[in-house]
């Protein structure tokens, strides 16, 4: 397993350019299985998640065409609509194949998802919708087995807003003989893209990116060439870097206005946050306040931006509250951000964060977003962080010990296995 070793502390400045989104990448990725005919996607970022997807295309019967930043997926006819745990237990996005593999193949055979581990997330919202959509859906030994000869265009509510589940209902749909409203859908920047693509497939879809989708459902699909939105997850990751560093750093291609929830509150605690086009520049220094955060779904504050603003909060004068309303057990960065000197106390769902100094420690990455959280705690701290486990970095974020050295740090990527650099 690689790790990654942080000279600290360091001031980032320079450009960064930000990857496509993991996010949106991946449901469009499930996508291709909707149709029989060649479907590009370009600005693609290179993570071992949309690695793990390609896999799993290839195993269902496609051909996957892939370059640094683009690929051509080829599904003529659906092979196996069967998804092994082997392929899928280090992603819980490849729950995406459900919806398309359903609606083109009428039966789909799947292992319960793997992935980080923050919380439950339970899949039955997903299965419920299908139910909805007319499917018989069951669970046998691990694996959700569903089956319909064509699906029905239904009302789906979900109970509490899914980003997954919204975009999977909607591949679902797209096929479906008759109209589906989704209501209380996720909003989602990349649950828009998801829409744009299918539509550019000849999918009749409105209202996404708003709380109901309609989808109205056609008898076939054809093949499509999309650029994948810009990952805004990564764009706010190196905001708060530069936040937390006392940096000035621009972020190029990325989508400011889905920033907003971020970027209001690094203005709130003084940082100059200036937008333009594709390009945002975050320029901090001196004393910063503390300040409050809770997550929420979109427009809200993402809560996969919860981990890195704890790491900025440990920086800053006074004492501040994050609160976590998505993941019940997304705090496990707490634990290794002690071990470096912060002082962050725990209730709940609530992390309490007194602003103090850190100090370079050995620490372990316990999933993707947390593993950002520790990189930028290594960036702020006093002497050397080794991070390890970084291969939970490796899933949702493209180079970033070479990003973050191109801004003036020193990150250092070592093969634990190989002993080498």
């Given at each position: 397993m690689?790790?990654?070793?942080?000279?600290?502390?360091a001031r980032?400045?320079?450009?960064?350019a930000v990857?496509?989104?993991?996010n949106?990448?991946?449901?469009?990725l499930?996508?291709a299985?909707l149709?029989a005919?060649?479907m590009?996607l370009?600005?693609l970022?290179?993570?071992?998640?949309?690695?793990?997807m390609?896999?799993v295309?290839v195993?269902?019967?496609?051909?996957?065409?892939?370059?640094?930043?683009?690929v051509?997926v080829?599904?003529p006819?659906i092979?196996?609509?069967?998804?092994?745990?082997?392929?899928?237990k280090?992603?819980?996005a490849?729950v995406?194949?459900l919806?398309?593999?359903?609606?083109r193949?009428g039966?789909?055979?799947?292992?319960?998802?793997?992935?980080?581990?923050?919380?439950?997330?339970?899949?039955?919202l997903?299965?419920?919708?299908?139910?909805?959509l007319?499917?018989e859906?069951?669970l046998?030994?691990?694996?959700?087995?569903?089956?319909?000869?064509?699906?029905?265009?239904a009302d789906v509510?979900f109970?509490?807003?899914t980003?997954?589940?919204?975009?999977?209902?909607?591949l679902?749909?797209?096929?479906a003989?008759?109209?589906?409203?989704?209501f209380?859908?996720?909003r989602?920047?990349?649950?828009?893209?998801l829409?744009?693509?299918?539509?550019?497939?000849g999918a009749?879809i409105?209202?996404?990116?708003?709380?109901?989708?309609?989808v109205e459902?056609v008898e076939?699909?054809?093949?499509?060439?999309h650029?994948?939105?810009?990952d805004r997850i990564?764009?706010?990751?190196?905001a708060?870097?530069a936040?937390?560093t006392r940096?000035?750093?621009?972020?190029?291609?990325c989508?400011?206005?889905h920033?907003?929830?971020l970027t209001?509150?690094?203005?709130?605690?003084g940082?100059?946050?200036?937008a333009?086009?594709?390009v945002l520049r975050?320029?901090?220094?001196g004393a910063?306040?503390?300040?409050?955060v809770a997550t929420?779904p979109?427009p809200g504050?993402?809560?996969?931006l919860?981990?890195?603003w704890?790491?900025l909060?440990t920086?800053?004068?006074?004492?501040?509250?994050?609160?976590?309303?998505?993941?019940e057990?997304?705090?496990?960065?707490v634990?290794e951000?002690?071990r470096?000197?912060?002082?962050?106390r725990?209730?709940?769902?609530?992390?309490i964060?007194?602003g103090c100094?850190l100090?370079?420690?050995?620490?372990?990455?316990?999933d993707?977003r947390?593993s950002?959280a520790l990189?930028?705690?290594?960036l702020t701290?006093?002497?050397?962080?080794?991070?390890?486990?970084?291969?939970?970095?490796?899933?949702?974020?493209?180079r970033?010990?070479?990003?973050?050295?191109a801004?003036g740090?020193?990150?250092?990527?070592?093969?634990a296995?190989?002993?080498?650099?």
């Open positions: 690689d790790k990654f070793v942080i000279d600290g502390p980032l400045e320079g450009e960064v990857s496509g989104a993991k949106a990448a991946l449901p469009c499930a996508a299985l149709t005919e060649p590009r370009t600005n970022p290179g993570v071992a998640d949309v690695r793990t390609q896999k295309l195993h269902v019967g496609a051909t996957v065409e892939a370059g640094p930043d683009a051509t080829g599904v006819k092979l196996s609509a069967d998804a092994p745990y082997e392929l899928v280090t992603m819980r490849s995406l194949v919806g398309p593999l359903l609606a193949a039966s789909v055979r799947v292992s319960l998802p793997g992935g980080c581990a923050i919380g439950v997330r339970p899949i039955d997903h299965l419920a919708a299908f139910r909805k007319g499917a859906v069951s046998h030994h691990g694996y959700v087995e569903a089956k319909a000869s064509r699906l029905r265009g509510v109970e509490t807003v980003v997954t589940g919204t975009e999977n209902a909607m679902a749909a797209t096929l003989d008759g109209t589906t409203r989704i209380n859908a996720a989602e920047p990349e649950v828009a893209d829409a744009k693509l299918l539509v550019s497939m009749r409105s209202g996404a990116g708003t709380a109901t989708v309609t459902g076939a699909l054809h093949g499509a060439e650029e994948v939105v810009p990564e764009a706010g990751t190196y708060i870097a936040a937390a940096g000035d750093v621009v972020v190029r291609r989508r400011p206005e920033l907003r929830a209001t509150r690094l203005a709130a605690i940082v100059r946050v200036a333009d086009g594709d975050v320029r901090a220094e910063l306040p503390a300040q409050d929420a979109y504050f993402p809560t996969d919860q981990a890195q704890t790491a909060a920086g800053l004068d006074g004492v501040s509250t994050i609160t976590e309303t998505i993941f057990n997304r705090f496990h960065h634990a951000l002690v470096m000197g912060a002082r962050i725990l209730e709940g769902r609530r992390a964060v007194e100094r100090t370079g420690a050995n620490v372990m990455a316990s993707l947390a950002a990189a930028i705690a290594g701290a006093e002497g050397a962080t080794t991070i390890e486990r970084v291969y939970h970095l490796d899933r949702g974020y493209s970033m010990e070479e990003k973050l050295n801004l740090a020193s990150v250092k990527r070592v093969s296995e190989a002993g080498r650099t």
